[in-house]
């Protein structure tokens, strides 16, 4: 053989007469306390949070940052609590939700009768994604003057804007997700004798829950933010509003901290929503159906 070419080992052969004699070591470990408690996807987001608060408090406190331009942590939760307990912010809270909510359910239910019309016509299906390339790309925002022109000064300009941001999100996601529906499912809703409403409810929406609750997330997200940054508007054209005028009238009162206590508690709002109402949705539907990891 050249030198070159390493020599072959062969390697002896073994056999395990008795499947006892037969060890692969530990196949699974019991897990430490902290091992456990880390793998709790709360734990974990709740870490994320503390960290990024401490971030913040480290930061205005070791560099000895001016007040008005950033308070620290504890100034701007010291006055959102004060707010809370002993002012009117739950107030103001409480009237931004319930306009969200109004909005957000008007805005689903528009798209669940526009997908319920494109799934059963052509020209249904043709309208959707005519609509939502037209009006999906344009800013909820941009639509409040006419609102305030059309419907005044009023919830309702607030609650225009919001079905405008809710509406082609959910529709579009609802209904890309009834195109991806495989055909071997429709044929079995079919055999079974399902049509019309029945088919979509049976079939369709189990399929396609997924790219449904994208669009849920994703039509929240944006009435959220339109809504804030709608009343930051409508509450200086109106002196009233929600958490939006409560972030706007902190502002012209050169009150930096009710700023970043209004802002922390948009922030707050919006992580409940996602991580209670969503995530628990998700976790009692797609995770158990197998749909997703």
């Known amino acids: 053989m050249s030198k070159n070419v390493p020599e ?31 793998n709790i996807n709360g734990v974990r987001k709740i870490v994320i949070l503390f960290g990024l608060v401490a971030t913040w408090q480290i930061y205005t406190v070791a560099l000895d940052v001016e007040p008005l331009m950033f308070p620290s942590f504890t100034l701007a939760a ?50 959707i994604a005519t609509a939502t390339a037209m009006f999906n790309p344009l800013p909820a925002i941009a639509m409040l003057p006419l609102a305030m022109l059309w419907f005044g000064l009023g919830t309702a300009s607030l609650i225009f804007v919001l079905v405008h941001s809710v509406l082609w999100a959910v529709a579009l996601n609802t209904h890309s997700g009834f195109k991806n529906v495989s055909q ?15 088919f979509v409810w049976k079939v369709l929406v189990p399929a396609a829950f997924p790219s449904i609750l994208s669009g849920m997330k994703v039509g929240w997200a944006f009435a959220w933010r339109t809504l804030i940054g709608a009343e930051l508007v409508f509450g200086a054209s109106s002196g009233s509003g929600g958490l939006g005028w409560y972030i706007f009238e902190s502002s012209q009162n050169i009150e930096t901290e009710g700023v970043f206590a209004g802002l922390f508690m948009v922030i707050l709002i919006g992580i409940v929503v996602e991580n209670i109402v969503f995530r628990n949705v998700e976790l009692k539907t797609v995770n158990r159906w197998g749909m997703q990891r």
Request: charge should be negative.
């Open 78 to 127: 010291e006055r959102m609590l004060n707010d809370l307990f002993y002012g009117d912010l739950i107030w103001k809270i409480w009237f931004s939700v319930k306009v969200l909510l109004y909005g957000y359910g008007m805005g689903m239910g528009i798209a669940a009768v526009l997908v319920l019309w494109a799934t059963a016509s052509r020209l249904g299906s043709d309208f």
């Open 184 to 198: 071997t499912l429709r044929m079995i809703g079919e055999n079974y004798g399902l049509r019309g409403v029945p």
């Open 8 to 38: 072959l080992v062969m390697r002896p052969e073994f056999e395990a007469g008795d499947i006892q004699d037969a060890h692969t070591g530990d196949v699974e470990r019991q897990l430490s306390i902290f091992e456990r408690v880390w």
